[in-house]
Nanobody
Framework: QVQLVESGGGLVRPGGSLSLSCAASGIIFSINPMAWYRQAPGKERELVAAISASSTDYADSVKGRFTISRGNAKNTWFLQMNSLKPEDTAVYYC????????????WGQGTHVTVSS
């Protein structure tokens, strides 16, 4: 059974930084792409950033402030969030398409990020 486990959320002041991490475990042959989504209260879940073998993509609202990267440890990835704004407050979910015994998309459990003074 494949699982995604996130960590790193919390409370931060506007202008501050947070780093989120996601680790995938289970029977995994490959992961592509890896991504981060977020869902703010009363809003739909939206793509924040994604990284594949050939490209990296960001939502316009986070370009220049957030960076998605693969970890040195296998099957891990990160979201570095700088210059955080109150509108970045949301539950952040990691997501990936994983080839294991089957090929499907998986979601993490979500981690809360609150940007407030």
């Amino acid at each position: 059974q494949v699982q995604l486990v996130e960590s790193g959320g919390g409370l931060v002041r506007p202008g501050g930084s947070l780093s989120l991490s996601c680790a995938a475990s289970g029977i995994i042959f490959s992961i592509n792409p890896m991504a981060w989504y977020r869902q703010a209260p009363g809003k739909e879940r939206e793509l924040v950033a994604a990284i594949s073998a050939s490209s990296t993509d960001y939502a316009d609202s986070v370009k220049g402030r957030f960076t998605i990267s693969r970890g040195n440890a296998k099957n891990t990835w990160f979201l570095q969030m700088n210059s955080l704004k109150p509108e970045d407050t949301a539950v952040y979910y990691c997501n990936a398409v994983i080839r294991g015994l089957s090929v499907r998309a998986y979601w993490g459990q979500g981690t809360h990020v609150t940007v407030s003074s």
